[in-house]
């Protein structure tokens, strides 16, 4: 089983819908959780760290549960600009310390 | 944020030779650095966590001889593909963070560097 697990889409949406990411992890050791958002080619820039008591940035709302081992990004209000892939990220102890765990990314593609 | 650089960023090459790519923190000093790949509509994958100072730490398939990882300061690591094949052919993602207390400190990403083995 995967680490990080996430419905890869593509989410294909209009400008101003609201669009949900679901993301589940498997290792109950997993000590802080994120999301990151990738464009074609490039790098993954950080989005949002997620916390159990929920956080808001702007149109972007994460949600963490620690019980069911579930993440969760909403999008409000989307944007061009947000066309992209979201990837949920969760920080796992390894031999060297710990390290950013990443998911297989979720693609959204917001259209006018 | 910190910014890493990642030297070259693109690179092409034949089979059999052998590729080395920098990676830089250039405004801290990085105690842990990270290396993924990333294969075509996959995930980040993790190769390799090092310490400077010490040997890599590689993730279970990855082969330590063929991935040669060298963290020999605290602003540089690199990774040295070795008789590269078309299979090595993916973007290959440095990561950087000051140091591990047990809680989360950032990681910062370089731009990646994409090699393609002919």
């Known amino acids: 089983r995967k680490e990080v697990e996430q419905d890869p889409g593509p989410f294909n949406v209009p400008e101003g819908a609201t669009v949900a990411f679901n993301c589940t992890y498997s290792n109950s050791a997993s000590q802080s959780f994120f999301w990151y958002r990738q464009d074609c080619r490039k790098e993954p820039k950080l989005l949002m760290s997620?916390?159990?008591s929920g956080n808001e940035d702007g149109r972007f709302t994460a949600q963490l549960n620690r019980a069911s081992q579930y993440i969760s990004l909403l999008i409000r209000d989307s944007k061009l600009s947000d066309s992209a892939t979201y990837l949920c990220?969760?920080?796992?102890?390894?031999?060297?310390?710990?390290?950013?765990?990443f998911g297989k990314g979720t693609t959204l593609s917001v259209s006018s | 944020g910190a910014v890493v650089s990642q030297h070259p960023s693109r690179v092409i090459c034949k089979s059999g030779t052998s590729v080395k790519i920098e990676c830089r923190s250039l405004d801290f000093q990085a105690t842990t650095m990270f290396w993924y790949r990333q294969f075509p509509k996959q995930s980040l994958m993790l190769m390799a966590t090092?310490?400077?100072?010490?040997?890599?730490?590689?993730e279970q398939g990855v082969e330590k001889d063929k991935f040669l990882i060298n963290h020999a300061s605290l602003t540089l690591s690199t990774l040295t593909v070795t008789s590269a094949h078309p299979e090595d052919s993916s973007f290959y993602i440095c990561s950087a963070r000051v140091e591990d207390r047990g809680s989360y400190n950032e990681q910062f990403f370089g731009p990646g560097t994409r090699l393609t083995v002919l």
């Open positions: 997620v916390y159990s």
């Open positions: 990220v969760v920080n796992l102890p390894n031999q060297a310390g710990t390290a950013l765990i």
């Open positions: 090092s310490n400077e100072g010490s040997k890599a730490t590689y």
